[in-house]
């Protein structure tokens, strides 16, 4: 392959996080006979079957909630039995805000689902991908290594790694929200920050979740609390995301168990007892961060280097895997016509597809904890009655579901 076309198309994805390899697995998947896919990862990635503990940037202690829109993707990947072990699903998602009186309860019953939505830790997901992958004869797994530039050469591209070159007819920029080769090549970025921190940590609570997803919007912005499957450790797990001023987190991160556990239940409340053990805490700096342009002639921008967003709705990668499904349909129907993969006006044509979804996700994630942090009476009362009135109103409440899983967009994949 080195610095050589093989038979049929040739894609490089940069990036081997949970976007990259997703995609990876898509692409084998719908393409069958071609094309050679090669992931090229920066890190090191965990062995198949390492230590749970094994952690990597894409697969750190992070917890995942994953729409329903993914589901039905991994599931026609054949992902999900693997997965199920490691989910847990979310039945009910209770809404509040901290001392203000609108609340609101969403029910997978209520939509006549099985679930609103599952949550996977960030190294289960990683490890079923992984495993998926090296199943997977035309997928090689090139780390660590890194994609260093690319240049266009002849119909596709010449793509740098750190000791040789690989020609390719598409190369996917999955490297993550600071992409350096998205830098590298120029492509049009805006960056948001949002001056907040979300502190991360798995804990163990007194009493059972049942399934339900606690959003609580405070002061400092929203706090998060997902269910998880039991563990050998606890039974009554609980993924938090806590969106605080960048002080506090770093504070939050380094508080000895006790104190940490007081300042969660002063935000949160007792609704699930004491807290009887905190994992590993960690901290993200939050900022909405954008790629103008997603692509180019033989390049693709996909996942956080295309579109980070605030983590507040759970929707950053759920997102990034509609966009890959879409990408991967795209390229289904150009192979059998001929069409080359790197086509600029094909990837267009995706880029295009997918703006309306972007859009929408990007507006509902950057809007929402900026509505719950204003102060102006006026608004505090609307959307109080908003919390409210989504349980007054199921249609209300079925709209909101629907955007929040992905399935319109999924719907119009398949459509
Ligand atoms: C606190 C928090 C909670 C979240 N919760 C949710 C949630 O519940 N639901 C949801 O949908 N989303 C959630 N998200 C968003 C989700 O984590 C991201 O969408 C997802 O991680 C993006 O994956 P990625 O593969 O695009 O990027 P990354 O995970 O950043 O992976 C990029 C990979 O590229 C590699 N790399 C970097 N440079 C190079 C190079 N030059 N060459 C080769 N490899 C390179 C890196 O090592 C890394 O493995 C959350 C985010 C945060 C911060």
């Given at each position: 392959m080195d610095g050589l076309s093989v038979d049929g198309n040739h894609i490089v994805i940069a990036g081997g996080g949970m976007v990259g390899l997703s995609l990876a697995l898509l692409l084998h998947e719908e393409l069958p006979g071609e094309p050679i896919i090669t992931v090229v990862e920066g890190r090191a990635l965990p062995a198949p079957g390492g230590a749970p503990s094994d952690y990597h940037p894409s697969f750190d202690a992070r917890s995942t909630a994953l729409s329903y829109s993914t589901a039905t993707l991994y599931r026609e990947l054949g992902l999900w039995t693997p997965l199920l072990p490691g989910l847990a699903p979310i039945n009910q998602i209770h809404v509040s805000r901290r001392g203000r009186f609108g609340s609101s309860l969403l029910s997978s019953e209520e939509q006549g689902w099985d679930a609103l939505g599952w949550v996977v830790e960030n190294p289960c997901l990683g490890r079923t991908l992984l495993a998926a992958a090296h199943e997977c004869p035309r997928i090689t797994l090139r780390c660590p290594d890194r994609v260093t530039d690319a240049t266009p050469a002849g119909p596709g591209v010449r793509v740098q790694l750190t000791d040789e070159e690989l020609d390719a007819d598409l190369l996917v920029i999955a490297d993550g929200a600071d992409s350096s080769l998205r830098s590298k090549l120029g492509f049009l970025t805006q960056r948001k920050s949002y001056g907040q921190s979300a502190l991360i940590a798995n804990l163990a609570f007194e009493k059972d979740h049942g399934g339900c997803a606690y959003e609580r919007f405070t002061a400092t912005g929203p706090l998060a609390l997902l269910p998880l499957p039991p563990s050998d450790q606890a039974a009554h797990r609980m993924a938090l995301v806590w969106t605080l001023e960048p002080a506090e987190a770093a504070a939050m991160e380094i508080a000895d168990d006790n104190a940490f556990s007081r300042a969660l239940i002063d935000a949160f409340g007792y609704r699930l007892g004491r807290v009887e053990r905190v994992g590993d805490r960690h901290s993200y700096p939050l900022a909405l961060t954008e790629a103008v342009e997603q692509v180019r002639r033989g390049c693709v921008v996909l996942g956080n280097a295309a579109h980070a967003l605030h983590p507040v709705a759970g929707q950053g990668f759920n997102l990034a895997l509609r966009d890959a499904a879409a990408l991967s349909q795209t390229l289904v129907k150009a192979v059998p016509e001929g069409t080359?993969?790197?086509?600029t006006h094909l990837l267009a044509g995706y880029s295009r597809d997918r703006q309306r979804d972007q859009a929408q996700t990007i507006a509902a994630s950057d809007g929402l904890p900026r509505l719950f942090m204003v102060n102006d009476p006026l608004l505090s009362l609307g959307r109080d009655l908003a919390l409210s009135g989504m349980d007054m109103f199921p249609l209300l409440r079925y709209e909101f579901v629907q955007q929040a899983a992905g399935m319109a967009a999924l719907e119009e994949r398949h459509g």
């Open positions: 080359a993969v790197g086509d």
